[in-house]
């Protein structure tokens, strides 16, 4: 796996996801105005210490940001709160739902 590729294009895709420019993400994460950019365009690698940083700015864990199949972590995470306040019939007619969606 390509990791510096893999870490440019996903802060670049949360990031996007959470409607903020790469600019206001770099300097609320305490870095420098052009930092996430430089990530993102692969010249530059967060520290361990910053991309916890990062992580927590986007609303996910260290696991989910390094998750390949979940494009969408921080909506994910939203529906599993939910769906953990329901009731089994409730969670049964959204699984029929979620399979015919399929």
């Not at 305490?30 to 530059?44: D, K, L, W």
């Not at 994910?76 to 709160?81: A, M």
Request: net charge negative; aromatic share 8%.
């Amino acid at each position: 796996m390509d990791y510096e590729a893999f870490i440019a294009e996903r802060i670049a895709q949360l990031r996007v996801q959470k409607g903020v420019s790469a600019r206001d993400m770099s300097l609320s994460i305490g870095q420098s105005e052009n930092y996430i950019n430089m990530i993102e365009n692969r010249r530059a690698l967060p520290s361990v210490n910053v991309l916890f940083y990062i992580c927590e700015y986007l609303d996910v864990t260290p696991q989910e940001f390094f998750e390949q199949g979940n494009p969408y972590p921080k909506l994910l995470n939203d529906l599993v709160t939910v769906l953990k306040t329901l009731d089994e019939e409730a969670l049964g007619n959204l699984l029929g739902i979620a399979r015919k969606m399929q």
